[in-house]
Every structure is written in C-alpha cells, then in structure tokens.
C-alpha cells in the first residue's frame, strides 16, 4: 500500500512525502549437497518513506532535495545452497541461506534548469547508506583448475556518494534550412 501527498506553498514550494508499506515472502525449501535440508523463510515488512521538497527559482529553475527508504531483497540464485558456473569469469559462485535484506537511506539534492520544452541541464549529489548490503566474497582455498571460489554474504554497512550531471537538448532546428 501507498499513502501520500502534495502541497503547494506561495507557488514556489512544493512539498510532496508519503509511505509505502510493503509485504514480501521469500520461500527457498531445498537441500544441500550431503541431503541436509535448507528452508528459508524471509519475511518482511517494511515502511518505506520519502519526502521530496522543491524550490522553484523563476520560470524555468527548481532546487530539489529528497529523501527515500528503499530495500533490496537477496536474489534466489544467491540465497540457493547450490555451487554454479560462470564461464564469464571462471569463477565458481556459491548461494547463502543466511542473506538478509539490505535496506538503503537514499539522500538527494539537484538543481535544474529547463531551457525549452524538453529540454533540461541539471547537476545533483546524492548520498547512499546501506544496512545489511549484499556483497560477493571470495571463498580462500577453494577452486581447482585455474577457478576461483565466491559466496554472497551481508556486510554491515555501505555507502555510496557522488554527482551527476544531465544535458538533454533538442535537435529541432538545428537540420533544418
């Protein structure tokens, strides 16, 4: 479910936020190489909020800054009890039934500018923090044959920043005579 909303103040600020409330169940039965059975069940439930406030600044500029919840749940290949192949890299990957799901706290802030009509230069930052990422390890001692070992497992945290830029201009006019 979602629940969320918008306000307009002095026609220059908008401010729009809501939660959403998410359910998910992950179910692996399976079994491992000496017939020992493996049975995960991850369940669960999440709010996840976000908040978005912008500033427009005349006609055609805004200032933007955001904040969001999101997750990422383990993939089934990487929760699986079960060795495979990647011919790629010559590496040998191995599923982990103890994964949990990563939860990751999103922070933005952009200005933008829109010269014509679909058309738009922005330049933003943005800030990452992860909870229980997901991440490949290496197995040491494993492997045979020129092969390496990996196995997914949860760090205890991550973080992700940087900038971003984005020009999109119209072609209109300029081929024509």
Not at 21 to 35: C, I, K, T
Not at 55 to 79: C, D, H, M, W
Not at 148 to 164: D, P
Request: no cysteine; net charge positive.
């Amino acid at each position: 479910g979602y629940l969320g909303g918008t306000a307009v103040y002095a026609r220059r600020w908008t401010i729009s936020g809501g939660a959403r409330m998410e359910y998910n169940r992950q179910v692996l039965n399976s079994a491992r190489y000496s017939g020992r059975t493996v049975s995960v069940d991850n369940t669960v439930v999440a709010v996840l909020p976000s908040a978005n406030v912008s500033l427009a600044i005349g006609e055609k500029q805004q200032v933007r800054l955001a904040y969001s919840n999101t997750l990422n749940r383990p993939e089934f290949r990487e929760l699986a009890p079960f060795s495979y192949y990647d011919f790629t890299y010559n590496n040998v990957l191995a599923g982990n039934d103890s994964l949990k799901t990563a939860y990751i706290h999103n922070v933005e802030a952009r200005w933008e500018l829109y010269p014509a009509l679909n058309e738009i230069i922005s330049f933003g930052v943005f800030y990452k923090r992860f909870e229980n990422p997901i991440e490949t390890y290496f197995v040491p001692g494993g492997g045979g044959g020129g092969t390496r070992n990996f196995t997914f497992g949860n760090a205890v945290g991550a973080t992700s920043l940087g900038a971003e830029m984005e020009v999109r201009r119209s072609l209109k006019g300029w081929f024509e005579s």
